[in-house]
């Protein structure tokens, strides 16, 4: 079974190494998705991330959510 690895920039988690941690895919709903992307620091920088679309094996890990639970906004990537 493959792995997943948080696509947040500068988080390198990982579902191997870190198991006790959870790892969700990008909300289908077009608002929340772009919430997700901005509060992620994809969305609107410039370079390489300017023209990310997540896709189905992108993953957020549950640090990034406030109790570490997936709620209906990630928030800011530190």
């Not at 959870?22 to 969305?43: C, G, I, M, Q």
């Not at 920088?45 to 993953?59: D, I, L």
Request: aromatic content about 12%.
């Amino acid at each position: 079974m493959p792995g997943f690895t948080c696509c947040v920039p500068g988080c390198y988690n990982n579902s191997h190494r870190d198991k006790a941690l959870h790892f969700y895919t990008f909300p289908k709903d077009k608002e929340l998705r772009r919430l997700w992307l901005k509060n992620v620091s994809r969305a609107g920088v410039s370079g390489c991330f300017s023209t990310f679309q997540p896709t189905t094996g992108h993953r957020v890990c549950s640090e990034h959510f406030q109790g570490g639970r997936k709620t209906s906004h990630v928030t800011e990537a530190l």
